[in-house]
């Protein structure tokens, strides 16, 4: 009897949240439109290929450019790192990466739609620790490719056709 009132009150709770619109994060689901999506870009980068999985991940069937459906195309993806601090003898203590790119989506007859999605991180410049520091710095831009990898999926989740 106990294991049934476990059981009634576990259905009862996930229809609840069932019932709310509640949602696992990264279970985003694509606009029916973008059921089939053209994806066009540098295929050789990594950001390329981690777009194209999340995307895949979100239900998009990826085709090819010339099939007639919405082509999504990434354009200028940059990294750029600047100095944001210095210490008493002018030598640079931390760095602010950038992490930047734009992306369009063109629907058949409607107009294009242009995204830019950019990212920034400061990381301490380690000089004396030289692996490291360039360690911290490629996992920095991973991370940045990944979290605007999913930031371009989000995006097409918030667009209504």
């Known amino acids: 009897m106990f294991t049934s009132i476990k059981a009634t009150a576990l259905v009862l709770l996930t229809l609840l949240l069932v019932g709310c619109g509640f949602q696992l994060r990264g ?9 089939q ?9 990594q950001f390329y290929r981690l777009v194209a999985a999340r ?7 990826l085709v090819s450019p010339g099939s ?20 008493s003898q002018v030598a640079a203590l931390e760095y602010a990466s950038r992490f930047g790119t734009r992306f369009t989506l063109d629907m ?9 999605v950019t990212f920034n991180r400061s ?7 030289a692996l490291a520091s360039s360690r911290e710095q490629k996992q920095l ?11 371009i999926v989000r995006q097409l989740n918030r667009l209504s056709f």
């Open 108 to 116: 058949p007859d409607e107009s294009r739609q242009v995204f830019n």
């Open 55 to 61: 995307l895949q991940r979100a239900g998009a069937e």
């Open 141 to 151: 831009h991973e991370q940045m490719e990944r979290e605007a990898a999913e930031q």
């Open 37 to 45: 999506l053209a994806l066009v870009g540098d295929d050789k980068s």
């Open 68 to 87: 007639g459906a919405p082509i999504l195309s990434i354009t200028g993806v940059g990294l750029s790192n600047t100095v944001a601090s210095v210490n």
């Open 123 to 129: 990381f301490l410049d380690k000089s004396a620790q």
């Open 27 to 35: 279970g985003e689901n694509l606009a029916p439109e973008l059921r």
